[in-house]
């Protein structure tokens, strides 16, 4: 059974920093290119950031260029998603997905909320 489980989300203050975690099982992780997205109420959900199976590549959305930085452990199966300078527009239930990169397979996670508050 796949599992992407995200975590560290929650309520932070503008300007700060948290940093998501999003553990994944059921799959040959390092088979995987990994994206992390968003979706704030009323809107669509968004990608974020994506980064490549060896962590050599990484794309951002503007919005979030030098602020964010993904990262991901092979040895540990785990994306993260370091957040640094909060701001109130970053509000929203971040997931992850994992995309097969020879294959059709991508799976998500649950979610995981964060909230930037002033």
């Known amino acids: 059974q796949v599992q992407l489980v995200e975590s560290g989300g929650g309520l932070v203050q503008l300007g700060g920093s948290l940093r998501l975690s999003c553990k994944a099982s059921?799959?040959?992780?390092?088979?995987?290119?990994m994206g992390w997205y968003r979706q704030a109420p009323g809107r669509q959900r968004e990608l974020v950031a994506t980064?490549?199976?060896?962590?050599?590549?990484?794309n951002y959305v503007d919005s979030v260029k030098g602020r964010f930085t993904i990262s991901r452990d092979n040895a540990k199966n785990t994306v993260y998603l370091q957040m640094n300078s909060l701001k109130a527009e970053d509000t929203a239930v971040y997931y992850c997905?994992?995309?097969?990169?020879?294959?059709?397979?991508?799976?998500w996670g649950q979610g995981t909320q964060v909230t930037v508050s002033s």
């Open positions: 980064i490549t199976t060896s962590g050599g590549n990484t």
């Open positions: 059921g799959i040959n992780f390092m088979m995987y290119n």
């Open positions: 997905k994992a995309r097969r990169t020879d294959v059709y397979a991508e799976y």
